[in-house]
């Protein structure tokens, strides 16, 4: 019997399919369209008419029989193709991940930070000047008018006679003072340049300027904020002391050491067995200052400091060179993840 041949064919050629889409060709190899049962109901118009019921009976049983067989073949097909998939995708939690390198800040950003943190607690704002000035707010400004000896105290890169890589960022006091009038607490840090190149000095590096204009301020402010800020930066017994110095924007001009954190004073290398280390240049802000500034010299007064970020980041960890904080060797740099 034909109906016979077919279901078996069919059965066979179904059981043999080994994925849902060769499953689904030899579904529609039978049940399709152009498929062999739909022949079969197609040719009953040739079959005797006495005929013809029982062998439509027959082909509708065959037809719903396959529909059956295909339609549990196929459900048992997605079932096993889900576990394969799922098998493939299996990951294993207990292995070990994979390292990953931690970045850290670098040692100068550290401790320009810290010393953020250490004057906006006494209530410093920081203000950021241009990199690239002029003369005027470089040197002139700051009552170093061209000619000045005081102007060889810093190599200057100019750019044009009158345009330069700022030197320090004391150029910073006269564009806050011009935008701004007292009370003034500033804090500027910031790169500056100097043609200088050894084992201490880069030709790029970063200062920090404090600036504090008021009534009646006094070289004693400047003294009790810089002790409060060697404790905090050093250590909780550093002290400070002032030295006479020069500065044409300040008078008068000290320099000022912190007593030494390795040695507590004693005397060790790192001071060269002073007990102290230069840490800072200040000052009393210069009159002309004030006035180059519109601000009355007779009401107000002033402190100002500037100090090398790099300095104080070599003194504080131990770096014997200033090329290393500029090389960024991470071997190097790695030391002070935290
Ligand atoms: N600008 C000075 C320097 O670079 C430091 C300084 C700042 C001194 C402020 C006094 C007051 O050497």
């Given at each position: 019997?034909?109906?016979?041949?077919?279901?078996?064919?069919?059965?066979?050629?179904?059981?043999?399919?080994?994925?849902?889409?060769?499953?689904?060709?030899?579904?529609?190899?039978?049940?399709?369209?152009?498929?062999?049962?739909?022949?079969?109901?197609?040719?009953?118009?040739?079959?005797?008419?006495?005929?013809?019921?029982?062998?439509?009976?027959?082909?509708?049983?065959?037809?719903?029989?396959?529909?059956?067989?295909?339609?549990?073949?196929?459900?048992?097909?997605?079932?096993?193709?889900?576990?394969?998939?799922?098998?493939?995708?299996?990951?294993?939690?207990?292995?070990?991940?994979?390292?990953?390198?931690?970045?850290?800040?670098?040692?100068?950003?550290?401790?320009?930070?810290?010393?953020?943190?250490?004057?906006?607690?006494?209530?410093?704002?920081?203000?950021?000047g241009?990199e690239v000035e002029t003369d005027h707010y470089n040197f002139t400004a700051l009552n170093t008018p061209a000619d000045h000896p005081a102007r060889d105290m810093q190599d200057t890169f100019y750019i044009t006679d009158s345009i330069l890589l700022r030197t320090q960022t004391s150029a910073g006091q006269i564009?806050?003072?011009?935008?701004?009038?007292?009370?003034?607490?500033?804090?500027?840090?910031?790169?500056v340049f100097r043609s200088d190149?050894?084992?201490?000095h880069?030709p790029?590096f970063?200062q920090?300027e404090?600036?504090?204009?008021?009534?009646?301020?006094?070289?004693?402010?400047?003294?009790?904020?810089?002790?409060?800020?060697?404790?905090?930066?050093?250590?909780?017994?550093?002290?400070?002391?002032?030295?006479?110095s020069y500065f044409p924007f300040t008078e008068?001009s000290?320099?000022?050491?912190?007593?030494?954190?390795?040695?507590?004073?004693?005397?060790?290398?790192?001071?060269?067995?002073?007990?102290?280390?230069?840490?800072?240049g200040?000052g009393?802000?210069n009159?002309r200052v004030?006035?180059n500034?519109?601000?009355?010299?007779?009401?107000?007064?002033?402190?100002a400091?500037g100090?090398?970020?790099?300095?104080?980041?070599?003194?504080?960890?131990?770096?014997?060179?200033?090329?290393?904080?500029?090389?960024?060797?991470?071997?190097?740099?790695?030391?002070?993840?935290?």
């Open positions: 019997m034909e109906t016979e041949n077919i279901e078996e064919e069919a059965q066979r050629e179904a059981e043999e399919a080994s994925s849902s889409r060769a499953l689904y060709e030899v579904k529609m190899k039978f049940l399709g369209r152009t498929g062999k049962v739909t022949a079969l109901l197609k040719g009953m118009r040739e079959i005797a008419a006495e005929h013809r019921p029982a062998f439509g009976k027959r082909v509708n049983e065959l037809r719903e029989k396959l529909e059956g067989m295909f339609s549990s073949l196929e459900e048992r097909m997605r079932r096993r193709e889900m576990e394969e998939k799922l098998a493939g995708e299996r990951i294993d939690v207990t292995m070990p991940g994979r390292r990953r390198q931690r970045g850290a800040l670098h040692p100068v950003t550290r401790t320009a930070y810290e010393l953020i943190d250490i004057f906006s607690g006494m209530g410093f704002e920081v203000f950021e241009p564009r806050l003072m011009e935008k701004k009038s007292p009370p003034i607490k500033m804090l500027s840090p910031g790169r190149d050894d084992a201490t880069s790029m970063h920090m404090g600036l504090v204009v008021d009534r009646h301020i006094t070289l004693c402010d400047l003294k009790g904020m810089l002790d409060e800020f060697a404790r905090a930066e050093f250590s909780s017994s550093s002290k400070t002391r002032l030295r006479p008068p000290v320099e000022v050491d912190v007593s030494c954190h390795i040695c507590g004073g004693k005397g060790c290398p790192l001071c060269k067995g002073t007990g102290w280390i230069e840490v800072l200040a009393m802000v009159r004030l006035e500034c519109g601000v009355d010299p007779d009401a107000y007064s002033g402190f400091f100090m090398g970020i790099e300095r104080i980041a070599m003194l504080k960890y131990g770096i014997n060179n200033i090329k290393l904080l500029t090389e960024n060797d991470t071997r190097f740099l790695e030391q002070f993840e935290d």
